[in-house]
């Protein structure tokens, strides 16, 4: 029914109909607009509140070591210093006599290895941990080798 005691026409009840669509759709895409919204200020709200750095690599402990070579000529000489790979570090046709005093990380054992070259000669290495004498060996002859290790780093006892 219209008005008061009119019936309604069926273009009426049509106008009707269609306004009724009209609020359903308006009150359905509201709704999706104010999840959508929800949704998004949530993500917003995580990444912001989620900000906690990558935990870091704590740092390993070292020992000072000195590596020295002496003697003449030249010598390919290897040692033990930090490196990414973690390899030995080689140093070919250095001039002697030779020192490097570098951080070696607690837990590895300080080693420097030497070859003479084709014309031989007399070299001494030698290997101080922490400023302390830790072993001595010499080569000679061509292509003379020698090696000298130190004991296993452990942390400094306060």
Same mark, same amino acid.
Request: charged share 20%; aromatic share 4%; glycine share 12%.
């Given at each position: 029914?219209?008005?008061?005691?009119?019936?309604?026409?069926?273009?009426?009840?049509?106008?009707?109909?269609?306004?009724?669509?009209?609020?359903?759709?308006?009150? +359905?895409?509201?709704?999706?607009?104010?999840?959508?919204?929800?949704?998004?200020?949530?993500?917003?709200?995580?990444?912001?509140?989620?900000?906690?750095?990558?935990?870091?690599?704590?740092?390993?402990?070292?020992?000072?070591?000195?590596?020295?070579?002496?003697?003449?000529?030249?010598?390919?000489?290897?040692?033990?210093?930090?490196?990414?790979?973690?390899?030995?570090?080689?140093?070919?046709?250095?001039?002697?006599?030779?020192?490097?005093?570098?951080?070696?990380?607690?837990?590895?054992?300080?080693?420097?290895?030497?070859?003479?070259?084709?014309?031989?000669?007399?070299?001494?290495?030698?290997?101080?941990?922490?400023?302390?004498?830790?072993?001595?060996?010499?080569?000679?002859?061509?292509?003379?080798?020698?090696?000298?290790?130190?004991?296993?780093? +452990?942390?400094? +006892?306060?």
């Amino acid at each position: 029914m219209g008005k008061k005691g009119v019936l309604a026409t069926p273009e009426d009840t049509q106008v009707v109909e269609c306004a009724a669509k009209r609020a359903v759709s308006v009150r +359905q895409g509201l709704i999706i607009a104010g999840v959508l919204l929800l949704a998004c200020g949530g993500l917003v709200g995580y990444g912001i509140l989620n900000t906690e750095d990558e935990p870091k690599a704590q740092a390993v402990p070292t020992a000072e070591v000195t590596y020295e070579v002496t003697g003449t000529g030249t010598a390919e000489i290897s040692y033990l210093a930090p490196s990414q790979s973690g390899t030995a570090t080689v140093e070919k046709g250095a001039t002697l006599p030779w020192k490097k005093t570098v951080q070696v990380p607690v837990g590895k054992a300080p080693t420097v290895a030497i070859i003479l070259d084709e014309r031989g000669g007399e070299a001494v290495c030698a290997l101080a941990v922490r400023g302390k004498h830790a072993q001595r060996a010499s080569a000679m002859g061509a292509f003379g080798r020698a090696t000298c290790s130190g004991p296993l780093l +452990q942390p400094v +006892q306060r």
